[in-house]
């Protein structure tokens, strides 16, 4: 069938095809306009884990995501798929998990790597595994991008969209990243590990096409961090909750924090949002969970706002979410991807349909 006859058969409002893509979609690779690349993995994690399994709670907890969005309410007809989760990577970060973990608990107890032959032979064997999933990352997001779709990404700890961006590099000169997270992960090679989850932010200012970082929800950094934000003279722009939560409780709005931060963009714009920039409410098994935090409504917000300013939304990437005991932290992490895969659509001159046109 061709697409238009899929859409004609395909009802939005039963629940989603068990034996489909992402969001119970009916749609090929081909027939779609935005292609998930999952990532599952989480080798450097050094606090709580879960995050390669990601992919998987939130693909699960896609088919119960009604398709009616109150945004962008014909999204759904572009046609979302998700591309298939490699269980061999996921059992290659499962393994080199293990290995990194003596790693982390030497360095905990204050010794030095240098001294442990073993250790630092484990610590070159999981960077240089760390850098070929970066490469393969990279080659999967050309691919798509190659054959005209709009691929985003599905982490995963927050060191796997640094070949997202790598490939976003070869393609566009010039573009910022909003940055929605509770850390700056500005760390230099965060206890020896060259591409740490904690180092994603410092990795990504290498690549000169990426003239503006600017941060929001930030609750949690060291002196390294800031010393790194220095140097960049401005390349960095900080908003740390404390200081978003103070400007509200003194009278300002949600509106226009969001048009601030919005106004220090280029025009080119890439989202990049680990989970636990929000409240621990709506992440509660993120790996690295800290107090405070904004809303799903305030992210929500801001990033439809973003669309509204007029800025091209070139990609993003959404990590960082850990499956717990139930399923709520996919269930909140597919909602999320599903709004910000209407960002990114809305953006790029797709029709998403009306917003509130069925509401009064």
């Not at 798929?81 to 905990?108: F, G, N, R, T, V």
Request: proline residues 5%; glycine residues 8%; charged residues 20%.
């Amino acid at each position: 069938m061709t697409k238009q006859e899929i859409i004609n058969s395909f009802d939005p409002s039963q629940p989603g095809l068990a034996d489909a893509s992402i969001f119970g979609l009916p749609f090929s690779a081909e027939q779609s306009e935005i292609i998930v690349i999952p990532v599952p993995w989480e080798v450097t994690v050094s606090y709580g884990a879960g995050a390669s399994e990601g992919p998987e709670a939130i693909l699960e907890a896609s088919f119960q995501v009604d398709l009616l969005n109150q945004d962008y309410p014909e999204l759904w007809k572009l046609g979302i798929y998700m591309d298939e989760i490699s269980e061999e990577m996921k059992a290659q970060s499962d393994e080199l998990k293990a290995l990194a973990a003596p790693i982390i608990e030497a360095l905990e107890n204050g010794q030095i790597i240098d001294h442990h032959p073993s250790l630092q032979t484990d610590l070159d064997t999981i960077n240089y595994a760390c850098s070929d999933m970066i490469e393969k990352v990279r080659t999967q997001t050309l691919h798509w991008l190659d054959k005209g779709k709009k691929p985003v990404l599905l982490g995963g700890d927050h060191s796997t969209p640094l070949g997202y961006y790598q490939a976003l590099a070869s393609k566009y000169d010039n573009f910022g990243i909003l940055h929605l997270d509770a850390h700056m992960d500005l760390r230099i090679a965060y206890e020896g590990f060259t591409y740490s989850h904690a180092s994603i932010m410092y990795n990504t200012l290498q690549l000169p096409q990426v003239s503006k970082l600017v941060q929001v929800g930030i609750r949690d950094f060291c002196e390294q961090e800031v010393e790194v934000l220095t140097k960049e003279n401005g390349r960095v722009l900080v908003h740390t909750d404390l200081d978003l939560k103070k400007q509200l409780f003194e009278g300002s709005t949600w509106q226009q924090l969001c048009d601030a931060i919005i106004n220090s963009l280029p025009s080119k714009v890439c989202v990049s949002f680990d989970i636990d920039g929000m409240n621990a409410l709506y992440c509660p098994s993120t790996g690295t969970p800290v107090p405070g935090g904004f809303s799903y409504e305030q992210a929500v917000y801001l990033l439809n706002r973003l669309v509204e300013s007029g800025r091209e939304v070139i990609g993003f990437d959404l990590v960082e979410v850990a499956p717990g005991e139930n399923d709520w932290d996919g269930n909140v992490g597919a909602r999320m991807l599903f709004q910000m895969c209407g960002m990114l659509a809305k953006s790029q001159g797709m029709s998403v349909g009306e917003k509130n046109k069925f509401l009064k």
